[in-house]
């Protein structure tokens, strides 16, 4: 589901993309919308990106940092995580 920047993730979704779109307003060329993945009915275990711009949901832990470019632009500082299902 793809969203405007303006907008943020619903409780129990994360970020995983962001990018950008003439939709959400024009002008630079910098992300302005994002991709948002719910959570819910995942089993235990499972392991998924995050973008940093979200906050994992209870029940989900942080399992390692880094970047990619899916996550936003500029530099290599770790923008996006995996993280994992606990309970």
Same mark, same amino acid.
């Given at each position: 589901m793809g969203a405007c920047a303006?907008?943020?993730?619903?409780?129990?979704? $994360?970020d995983v993309s962001w990018y950008y779109t003439s939709s959400c307003g024009t002008g630079s060329f910098t992300p302005n919308a994002h991709t948002?993945?719910?959570l819910a009915g995942y089993p $235990?275990?499972?392991t998924t990106l995050a973008c940093g711009s979200s906050i994992a949901p209870p029940g989900w832990v942080d399992v390692s940092?880094?970047?990619t &470019? &899916?996550?936003g632009t500029g530099s290599f500082t770790p923008n996006a995580r995996t993280i994992k299902r606990i309970y």
């Amino acid at each position: 589901m793809g969203a405007c920047a303006s907008s943020i993730a619903p409780s129990g979704w $994360v970020d995983v993309s962001w990018y950008y779109t003439s939709s959400c307003g024009t002008g630079s060329f910098t992300p302005n919308a994002h991709t948002i993945k719910q959570l819910a009915g995942y089993p $235990v275990g499972t392991t998924t990106l995050a973008c940093g711009s979200s906050i994992a949901p209870p029940g989900w832990v942080d399992v390692s940092w880094y970047y990619t &470019s &899916s996550c936003g632009t500029g530099s290599f500082t770790p923008n996006a995580r995996t993280i994992k299902r606990i309970y």
